[in-house]
């Protein structure tokens, strides 16, 4: 079955940088790939998505990028702000089979 | 609209007993999943259901846990004889479905639950 590697578990960057996260994932037939955040106590909440037909999605401060022939995808969050701390989780999904990544814990120092 | 709800929010049980889980898809949507969160984890995959049936149930770790969704909507994560390692959040997501076309899963607050 799928297997979603994600990169690093731990993230700390002063507000205002860039935070990069990456996932590389098994399934060549993957082609759904969320990106989650997920704050304490509350359920996963997406915020972007990629599919297998396009490299690059951007939204405001948000992007995931997509190299299907290398397996690997990465969200990057430009202007980081306080707000943007919390868990942030990848996926892969096979026609609704969905498998996650082990989390990012991304910290916005202000 | 509203989302996907989840109750109870929180479950404190006996080692041995059996619970019951609920999830309340947002209406319309065909495809509801059930997925098992341990702390510093993903969630894991135990089970989907497209319509009333389990499409996928290759999750679910042992013959301890079942689920149901009888009308198509509402479904219910059933686990006996609970154990101490069956503690962990129970997230529920729901998504409109296409065999063809994967959509997005939008989950719920999840039920924590703790057996003791």
């Known amino acids: 079955g799928e297997n979603v590697e994600q990169h690093p578990s731990t993230l700390s960057v002063q507000e205002g940088d860039s935070a990069v996260i990456k996932c590389t994932y098994s399934d060549s037939a993957s082609n759904y790939f969320p990106w989650y955040k997920q704050e304490l106590g509350k359920g996963p909440q997406l915020i972007i998505d990629i599919r297998s037909n396009v490299g690059e999605k951007k939204d405001q401060r948000i992007a995931v990028t997509l190299n299907k022939t290398a397996k690997h995808f990465s969200l990057h969050i430009t202007e980081t702000q306080p707000e943007d701390s919390a868990v942030y989780f990848c996926?892969?999904?096979?026609?609704?089979?969905?498998?996650f990544g082990a989390g990012t814990r991304l910290t916005v120092k202000p | 609209g509203a989302g996907v709800s989840q109750t109870p929010s929180n479950k404190v049980t006996e080692k041995g007993k059996y619970v019951e889980l609920r999830c309340d898809p947002i209406s319309g949507h065909t495809a509801l999943y059930w997925y098992r969160q341990s702390l510093g984890q993903g969630p894991e995959f135990l089970i989907y259901f497209q319509g009333t049936g389990a499409a996928d149930d290759s999750g679910l770790p042992n013959d301890r846990f079942f689920a149901v969704r009888p009308e198509g909507s509402v479904s219910t994560l059933k686990i006996q004889r609970t154990e101490r390692g069956d503690s962990a959040v129970y997230l529920c997501?729901?998504?409109?479905?296409?065999?063809?076309?994967?959509?997005?899963?939008?989950f719920g607050p999840g039920t924590r639950l703790t057996v003791t």
């Open positions: 996926a892969a999904s096979t026609n609704n089979d969905m498998r």
């Open positions: 997501a729901s998504s409109p479905w296409d065999r063809l076309i994967p959509y997005e899963q939008y």
